[in-house]
């Protein structure tokens, strides 16, 4: 029961970090800033050490090492993206996915990044 327990565990984190960088990259902008570009260089850098699967944690290093984010473009980090899962995907014997249909599968949440922003300052209800 523990065993698959935290299976169940692995899966679910899986799915809502994957479901957290897509849609994070569906917003990236087509033309970031150098700061949205280290911030996305960042937030994956840091997955590859705190992601909570030591096991996946590893293997993502290793993709990230021989293949690190494009992050030049909204585009160019979809697809980067996209790969990376597929590597994963193959890992775990999982079909591969089709990226021209990432922004099909992935849309954009339609909240601007200011929109946001003001949100958190109780701004925006
Ligand atoms: P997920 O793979 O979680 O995908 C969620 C949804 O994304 C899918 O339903 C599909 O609609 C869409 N999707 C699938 N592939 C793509 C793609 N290439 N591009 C865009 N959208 C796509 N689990 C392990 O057991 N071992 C590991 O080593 C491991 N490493 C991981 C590393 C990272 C960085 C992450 C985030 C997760 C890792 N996982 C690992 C978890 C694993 O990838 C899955 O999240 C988990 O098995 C649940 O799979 P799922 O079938 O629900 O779909």
Redesign the pocket.
């Known amino acids: 029961v523990a065993v698959a327990a935290a299976a169940a565990a ?2 679910e984190v ?2 809502a ?2 479901t957290l960088l ?1 849609m994070l990259a569906a917003q990236f902008p087509e033309r970031p800033t150098r700061q949205q570009q280290r911030d996305a260089r960042a937030l994956v850098d840091c ?1 590859t050490r705190i ?1 909570p ?1 030591g ?2 944690a590893r ?2 290093a290793e993709l990230v090492r021989l293949d690190p984010p494009v992050v030049s473009s909204g585009t160019a980090f979809r697809r980067w993206l ?1 790969r990376t ?2 590597h ?2 193959s ?2 014997g ?1 079909p591969s ?1 089709n ?1 021209d249909m ?1 922004e099909a ?2 849309a954009p949440l339609g909240c601007s990044a200011a929109e946001a922003a003001a949100g958190e300052e109780g701004l925006v209800g």
């Open positions: 692995k899966a899986g799915r970090t994957w897509h997955l992601y699967c096991d996946c293997h993502f996209c899962h597929n994963v995907n890992r775990l999982k996915f990226c990432v599968r992935w």
